[in-house]
């Protein structure tokens, strides 16, 4: 008795991951099916029937998309001859007295290092490695002409990823998402229409289990597979990057601040504060209305679509209370007023962020996007919002 129980728990310890795992794999198995179909009656005609892409929209089913670089294999090799090369001049130097050798660096361990260098490469090394080098950059050249009908629809090898080229800090997953949710109203501008936001709460038709399946299904192209070549040849258009400052043609409110990443350039700190400091000012002079900034954050700017749903960012119910008595108790905000906070955080949202939420989720560019006059309406309407903060339990 002892012993089958014993190895009923045994077996019921084993094997759980396992049954876990069978369990979600169907999950997900069952979320992608349902996204495909989703895809195929809202996506398909502007992304088309594969995901590779039209006139309307760029390629989803995409190595760019999935960030895979065709040339890092190359480059990584043409990247170490390169260092090798230079640690062999080194080692010549030192031991033909030309150079001095480091504080770590002991002359006999540096002999048999070129003794190793010259076994790998030859009698010559250097020489050796030079025409390595030039191999690699035949075979890049062969490998840049082999993707020209890519190049041709605009993809560029010296930017590889899709979320690098957005400057995007977080997961592809989350990426999809947010791009479904609030849709790219921006993007009418470079597009023949804009991406659609598709979250019912941005007003569009789709519930969030439904972005959820979809954003699986996306997910699934690149799911265990090993892009190849002829699957960047398959696109058929990639993404557009807008001309610089084609965006919009509404006055800048901070230009010389937006998009940068403050956590990252602590000495762009100064011209933050002073930057957010001067609009605060020159709100001071306006009087917002609050109806209309309620528009602009549930019409056209799509805040709301984002700052609806407490996973995606922090809700908009209590912002205003959750500014004074959570933020604000924060050291590292020690000076600020509510109004600096609120402006800061809209123009730059890198500078501080929100505890809980990932950094360059929200758009980093309403700086040159609104008005002052827009700004203030917001403002007054997020000053409204000083309810009880649901975060705050
Ligand atoms: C009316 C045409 C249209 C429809 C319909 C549409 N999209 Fe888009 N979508 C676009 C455009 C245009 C872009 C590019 C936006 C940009 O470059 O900022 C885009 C971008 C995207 C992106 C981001 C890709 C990137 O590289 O930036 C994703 C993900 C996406 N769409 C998913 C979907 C899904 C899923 C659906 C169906 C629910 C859908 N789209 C329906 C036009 C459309
Ligand atoms: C694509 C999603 C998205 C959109 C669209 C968006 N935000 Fe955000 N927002 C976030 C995220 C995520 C955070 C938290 C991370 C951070 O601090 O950047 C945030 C933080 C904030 C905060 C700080 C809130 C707090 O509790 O600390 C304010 C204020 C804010 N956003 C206002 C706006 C306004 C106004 C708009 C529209 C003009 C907007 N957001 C559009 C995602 C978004």
Redesign the pocket.
């Given at each position: 008795m002892f012993l089958a129980s014993m190895v009923l728990i045994g077996w019921v310890a084993i094997n759980e991951p396992g049954r876990m795992e069978a369990f979600s794999e169907q999950h997900l198995a069952r979320s992608v099916e349902k996204?495909a179909e989703?895809?195929a009656?809202?996506?398909?005609?502007?992304?088309g029937p594969q995901g590779l892409g039209s006139g309307?929209?760029?390629?989803?089913n995409?190595p760019?998309?999935f960030g895979i670089d065709f040339f890092a294999g190359i480059d990584a090799d043409i990247a170490s001859l390169e260092a090798a090369q230079q640690n062999i001049t080194h080692i010549q130097a030192v031991l033909s007295g030309e150079a001095e050798a480091g504080d770590d660096e002991d002359t006999d361990d540096l002999e048999a290092l070129l003794v190793t260098y010259t076994e790998e490469y030859g009698e010559d090394p250097l020489v050796a490695i030079d025409e390595m080098i030039a191999a690699k950059e035949t075979e890049r050249q062969s490998l840049q002409s082999q993707l020209q009908a890519a190049i041709d629809r605009g993809y560029d090898p010296e930017d590889p990823s899709?979320l690098s080229?957005?400057d995007w800090g977080g997961t592809l997953d989350a990426?999809?998402l947010t791009?479904?949710v609030s849709?790219?109203p921006?993007?009418?501008s470079?597009?023949?229409?804009?991406?659609?936001a598709?979250s019912q709460t941005a007003g569009g038709p789709?519930r969030q289990d439904q972005?959820q399946d979809?954003?699986n299904?996306?997910m699934n192209w690149g799911a265990e597979r090993t892009w190849t070549i002829e699957d960047l040849l398959a696109v058929q258009q990639?993404?557009?990057?807008?001309a610089e400052g084609g965006a919009s043609d509404v006055e800048s409110v901070a230009p010389e601040v937006s998009g940068i990443q403050a956590a990252e350039v602590p000495d762009q700190r100064q011209t933050i504060d002073d930057t957010v400091a001067a609009v605060v000012e020159e709100l001071d002079g306006l009087t917002g209305d609050p109806n209309n900034g309620q528009t602009l954050y549930t019409g056209s700017l799509a805040c709301s679509s984002c700052h609806n749903n407490a996973s995606i960012a922090p809700p908009t119910d209590g912002t205003y209370t959750r500014v004074t008595e959570t933020r604000l108790q924060d050291p590292a905000l020690a000076d600020y007023t509510e109004r600096h906070y609120l402006v800061e955080s809209i123009l730059v949202p890198n500078a501080y962020i929100s505890p809980g939420y990932p950094a360059n989720a929200m758009p980093q560019d309403f700086g040159t996007r609104l008005d002052a006059q827009s700004l203030a309406d917001i403002i007054a309407y997020l000053e409204s919002q000083d309810g009880p903060d649901p975060l705050a339990n």
């Amino acid at each position: 008795m002892f012993l089958a129980s014993m190895v009923l728990i045994g077996w019921v310890a084993i094997n759980e991951p396992g049954r876990m795992e069978a369990f979600s794999e169907q999950h997900l198995a069952r979320s992608v099916e349902k996204g495909a179909e989703l895809f195929a009656n809202n996506c398909a005609e502007c992304h088309g029937p594969q995901g590779l892409g039209s006139g309307r929209a760029p390629a989803l089913n995409n190595p760019h998309l999935f960030g895979i670089d065709f040339f890092a294999g190359i480059d990584a090799d043409i990247a170490s001859l390169e260092a090798a090369q230079q640690n062999i001049t080194h080692i010549q130097a030192v031991l033909s007295g030309e150079a001095e050798a480091g504080d770590d660096e002991d002359t006999d361990d540096l002999e048999a290092l070129l003794v190793t260098y010259t076994e790998e490469y030859g009698e010559d090394p250097l020489v050796a490695i030079d025409e390595m080098i030039a191999a690699k950059e035949t075979e890049r050249q062969s490998l840049q002409s082999q993707l020209q009908a890519a190049i041709d629809r605009g993809y560029d090898p010296e930017d590889p990823s899709r979320l690098s080229q957005l400057d995007w800090g977080g997961t592809l997953d989350a990426f999809v998402l947010t791009t479904l949710v609030s849709g790219r109203p921006v993007s009418k501008s470079y597009w023949p229409e804009p991406m659609p936001a598709w979250s019912q709460t941005a007003g569009g038709p789709l519930r969030q289990d439904q972005l959820q399946d979809l954003t699986n299904y996306v997910m699934n192209w690149g799911a265990e597979r090993t892009w190849t070549i002829e699957d960047l040849l398959a696109v058929q258009q990639f993404a557009k990057v807008p001309a610089e400052g084609g965006a919009s043609d509404v006055e800048s409110v901070a230009p010389e601040v937006s998009g940068i990443q403050a956590a990252e350039v602590p000495d762009q700190r100064q011209t933050i504060d002073d930057t957010v400091a001067a609009v605060v000012e020159e709100l001071d002079g306006l009087t917002g209305d609050p109806n209309n900034g309620q528009t602009l954050y549930t019409g056209s700017l799509a805040c709301s679509s984002c700052h609806n749903n407490a996973s995606i960012a922090p809700p908009t119910d209590g912002t205003y209370t959750r500014v004074t008595e959570t933020r604000l108790q924060d050291p590292a905000l020690a000076d600020y007023t509510e109004r600096h906070y609120l402006v800061e955080s809209i123009l730059v949202p890198n500078a501080y962020i929100s505890p809980g939420y990932p950094a360059n989720a929200m758009p980093q560019d309403f700086g040159t996007r609104l008005d002052a006059q827009s700004l203030a309406d917001i403002i007054a309407y997020l000053e409204s919002q000083d309810g009880p903060d649901p975060l705050a339990n």
